[in-house]
């Protein structure tokens, strides 16, 4: 195979070099401020700061709640990339199938996914509400079987489905354009061979599927951890008694309110290094299994 | 909505008047009230602009308190701060110790501009007033927890206004045995109203050092005060039934509740008096009355709540002239008639309120009933333990308040372990803003 490269390394370093700055910019530049601010106690005014060491890793690896912090974004992270997945899968299986009306359906299924995470927030927070929403209508045949202002689970049942429908959509568009690029032949030659529709989608589709699932099971768990901020802002605070207290709204109450920089920071990159590491376990792991031909 | 417009028009300002800006000295104000109020806030600096024609204010809108000290701290990093920033309460001991602002006492007297001091009310004054007296930020926005009650349901109900604690209980029962179907107290847990005020009007410490005036190395006590009974009493009502949980999360507020006629009873703030009517559904009969104390305590005043304006440092001389100007046309009676008129908020001076008991502003209806928060924040002379609170980082020890009591509530654990976890998590917050201004102490 013949390899193009440049002669000229000037060039090749122009050439990469508004990438670069960019990704210093944007990357490097406010995850090593956030590394250092987190060994420090950084005074939200800017007025200097002091030395701290390990402290505020310290504080938090044996705070209980901070624990139960990551346990939660654990199940909502799960949580949503379960539902989003399957229902997604589901979904783009039926819409390749070109049942009918799926031309309206595929655009309808994209929409979701261009409201805003506060928007989805408070629609879902109206169709939860347990006193005036659509479960209303079901705590009015069960008496107050439905709380999400007191009962934890329930309010991470709630952000979960939030979670997971704003990202059906998403999943959708790639599960529909993995199914979309599977050679007819093969669905068409195993059809005429005999095999019905669910045996073709177990044996010929979902197999073919693996690089796009493996491609959305990273972005959406690494999604789940960071992206979650807009909808339990909205719809929880993080409550009830830290039932939805997801790590990165944690990190938002210390430091934006709280104004607390530097825990906030020491926090920040405990939630780095977990991205990190959930991604690598995946790709090494799991990448395993995908057949990319 | 009104903060688009506001940033389109100062856009416009910018962009269309490069004449016009060199005739008038601009200065920025943020501020975080929202909706109604922040529209009144608005109206003020309009106001502000139209009387004289040497300073402009540009008034922008950050939507909430916590936010537009976030903004602030951002910009003020990136030297785009604005001259004037609304901070809430209990975000006081952390501007005072970063120590960028310019005391307003200070900036009053350097460009001479004589504002009487002692007239604010006391209550009032020792919030943000440094430990020399003088106050640091201007009082703007002041209020104080009232009890919002149904006179309707009350009467209905054969229960009397409850002075204390106790009658409260008894007026509780007796409302909800007059009509078992509605929710007789729509509780919102609240440190401000549960836990700040509480403990000023029994007279008990939230915290040591005199709630943190003498000190950084103060902790928090309120676990061993009498403020565990009452959460306690909140929690038994919660449980037999006799008050239903009302939060935004719920899907309708306390206030609301109240408003629409689905609670008898709420507390909140006197700023909400003017919201309340508003919002009120046709022919609500009701009146706000002071929070109550138990039986066999001593009354004591409360204190204010709401936000001050601070003037930031690093701004030049005209700025700062524009601003004396603009917290000096806030002060002028007029402007505290206008500011109180339109909010349910309190004036903060003594003139200010005996001008407008003079003008018999308090007899009727939309009115009445304001002057019970004066009566509350001057009912003792402010002690010690009354002055306000000074602790580093409270915005966190709220949190965890609240998400202690959620617990509670929740049944998770009894009210006294939550009141301890929270107290605890909320002593090392303190901690840790002591490290962080090590060696210093609040001016």
């Known amino acids: 195979m013949r390899r193009a490269y440049f002669k000229n390394n000037w060039i090749a370093a122009l050439m990469v070099a508004p990438q670069l700055l960019i990704i210093f910019v944007f990357f490097y530049w406010p995850t090593s401020q956030a590394v250092f601010w987190s060994l420090t106690f950084e005074q939200p005014w800017g007025g200097g700061n002091e030395w701290a060491g390990l ?117 959708f568009i790639f599960f529909l354009a993995g199914l979309q690029s599977i050679p007819r032949a093969l669905v068409e030659a195993s059809a005429m061979d005999g095999a019905g529709v669910l045996r073709r989608m177990r044996d010929i589709q979902l197999p073919l599927l693996t690089p796009t699932f493996f491609f959305i099971l990273v972005i959406n768990i690494t999604d789940s951890f960071t992206d979650s901020f807009g909808i339990v802002d909205t719809m929880t605070n993080g409550g009830p008694a830290r039932a939805t207290n997801l790590m990165v709204y944690k990190i938002y109450v210390d430091g934006f309110e709280g104004q607390n920089y530097s825990s906030a920071a020491a926090q920040s990159v405990i939630l780095m290094v977990l991205v990190i590491l959930l991604t690598f376990v995946q790709f090494r792991y799991i990448e395993r299994r995908v057949h990319y031909t | 909505m009104k903060s688009t417009i506001v940033s389109v028009a100062a856009l416009t300002a910018v ?28 109206s003020t600096c309009d106001r502000f602009n139209a009387s ?203 206030r609301d509740a109240f408003a629409q006629n689905v609670c008898s009873i709420y507390f909140g703030s006197i700023a909400s008096h003017a919201t309340v009517h508003n919002a009120a559904v046709e022919g609500l009969n009701w009146d706000v009355t002071m929070i109550p104390v138990y039986e066999g305590t001593e009354r004591k005043n409360t204190v204010v709540g709401g936000a001050a304006l601070w003037v930031l440092s690093r701004k030049d001389e005209d700025e700062y002239r524009g601003a004396a100007e603009y917290l000096k046309f806030l002060a002028t009676p007029e402007s505290a008639r206008y500011w109180s008129t339109n909010t349910g908020y309190i004036p903060v001076t003594l003139s200010g309120y005996d001008q407008l008991v003079a003008e018999g502003f308090y007899d009727e209806a939309p009115y009445k009933g304001r002057e019970k928060a004066i009566e509350s924040l001057t009912y003792s002379e402010v002690g010690p333990l009354t002055r306000g609170i000074r602790l580093g980082g409270f915005i966190q020890a709220r949190k965890e308040w609240v998400s202690e009591v959620e617990a509670a509530f929740a049944g998770q654990k009894s009210m006294k372990d939550a009141l301890d976890t929270a107290v605890e998590r909320s002593n090392k917050v303190l901690r840790n803003f002591e490290r962080t201004y090590a060696g210093k102490t609040f001016p």
Request: charged share 15%.
């Open chain 2, 52 to 254: 004289q024609d040497t300073y402009e204010i540009v008034c922008v809108g950050q939507e909430g308190y916590a936010n537009a000290v976030q903004n602030t701290i951002a910009a003020f990093r990136a030297g785009k701060h604005p001259t004037i920033v609304q901070a809430y309460d209990a975000g006081t001991a952390d501007l005072m110790m970063s120590g960028e602002f310019y005391p307003v006492h200070q900036m009053m007297s350097d460009y001479d501009i004589e504002i009487d001091w002692d007239d604010y009310f006391p209550g009032i004054a020792n919030y943000y007033a440094a430990s020399n007296g003088d106050m640091v930020a201007m009082p703007f926005n002041s209020s104080t927890p009232m009890m919002y009650y149904n006179i309707d349901d009350f009467d209905a109900a054969g229960a009397a206004v409850p002075a204390t604690w106790e009658e409260f209980e008894t007026a509780l029962r007796a409302l909800k045995a007059a009509n078992p179907d509605k929710c007789a107290f729509g509780y919102a847990p609240s440190t401000w109203v549960d836990l700040e005020q509480f403990s000023m009007a029994h007279g008990v410490p939230i915290a040591t050092n005199n709630n943190g005036y003498d000190g950084l190395d103060s902790e928090y006590v309120y676990n061993t005060t009498l403020h565990v009974k009452h959460m306690e009493d909140q929690l038994r009502w919660y449980n037999e039934g006799l008050s239903e949980i009302k939060t935004s999360q719920g899907g309708q507020n306390s």
């Open chain 1, 55 to 171: 402290h505020h890793f310290r504080e938090l690896l044996t705070d209980d709640l901070y624990w139960q912090s990551v346990r939660v974004s654990f199940v909502y992270a799960a949580g949503t990339t379960i539902i989003g997945m399957g229902l997604a899968l589901i979904l783009a299986l039926f819409v390749d199938r070109q049942l009918r009306g799926y031309r309206q359906y595929r655009v309808g299924m994209i929409w979701p996914y261009a409201v805003a995470a506060p928007a989805i927030g408070l629609a879902f927070r109206y169709i939860f509400n347990p006193d005036a929403g659509i479960m209303n209508y079901v705590n009015q045949v069960w008496d107050g079987i439905w709380d999400p202002i007191l009962t934890g689970w329930h309010a991470m049942a709630m952000i979960i489905f939030a979670g997971a429908w704003k990202n059906i959509a998403y999943n």
């Open chain 2, 15 to 42: 962009i269309g008047g490069a004449a016009q800006a060199q005739d008038k000295i601009k200065f920025e104000y943020w501020y975080g009230l929202g909706g109604y109020l922040g529209e009144v806030v608005q």
